[in-house]
């Protein structure tokens, strides 16, 4: 099983519909982001937590909000869906090694008609 | 501003060597990674580096200059199941990890 799941790995949804993104993880770490990834572009830092009580915006948070609920889950929600937000969508986590390096989740790939 | 640049594309022959490279403009220098993402799946840590030279992993090495801004990633005895994308990330003064648009290699038999 994978340590950082994410659902649903794939939406379809319509302009003006709230959508939820949901991650999990079983690594036991604190830090939890969410990215964006589009085609010819890097990716984008929409929300991080450090821990439950920890939420900060990231590059491009207008439009999304988020929900730490527990140290292991990090909800992704846009509010009212548009067609720029059709993008893949990354949860990831990092611990305290040296590197601080993520781990991602397998991608939602959402789609907004 | 703060930028990462790395070609689109690379093509290379299995069983080569290849080198990918990221150059960087960014506030501050934390350290620089690289990760592998395969088609569709999610990106994977590759390498760190915070201090200048090489680090060797295996048949992947990574090397860091930060005074020219600049790194590399090389791949050697190129294998066909190396056909991926490698995004080159920067963190900067605030810790905040800048992001290439990642680099296409696709490897020929």
């Known amino acids: 099983d994978a340590d950082v799941t994410q659902t649903p790995r794939n939406r379809i949804t319509k302009t003006g519909k709230r959508i939820m993104l949901e991650c999990s993880q079983t690594?036991?770490?604190?830090?939890m982001y969410w990215y964006r990834q589009d085609p010819g572009l890097g990716l984008r830092l929409i929300y991080y937590?450090?821990?439950?009580?920890?939420?900060n915006k990231g590059e491009i948070s207008d439009g999304y909000s988020v929900s730490r609920q527990a140290q292991a889950k990090f909800s992704l929600s846009l509010e009212s869906a548009i067609p720029n937000q059709t993008a893949l969508y990354f949860c990831?986590?990092?611990?305290?090694?040296?590197?601080?390096?993520?781990?991602f989740g397998e991608g939602s790939r959402l789609t907004v008609l | 501003g703060q930028n990462i640049d790395q070609p689109t594309e690379m093509t290379a022959t299995e069983g080569a060597i290849v080198q990918i490279n990221c150059t960087y403009q960014?506030?501050?220098?934390?350290?620089l990674f690289w990760y592998q993402q395969h088609a569709g799946e999610a990106p994977t840590f590759l390498s760190y580096?915070?201090l200048d030279g090489l680090e060797e992993k295996g048949r992947f090495s990574s090397f860091l200059s930060r005074s020219k801004g600049y790194s590399y990633l090389l791949l050697k005895e190129l294998q066909m199941k190396d056909s991926a994308s490698y995004l080159c990330?920067?963190?900067?003064?605030?810790?905040?990890?800048?992001w290439g648009a990642g680099t296409k290699l696709i490897i020929k038999p």
């Open positions: 990831a986590t990092s611990g305290t090694s040296e590197t601080g390096e993520l781990f």
């Open positions: 690594k036991g770490h604190d830090r």
């Open positions: 937590s450090f821990d439950v009580k920890d939420i």
């Open positions: 960014t506030s501050g220098f934390n350290g």
């Open positions: 580096n915070v």
């Open positions: 990330a920067v963190m900067d003064s605030n810790y905040q990890l800048i």
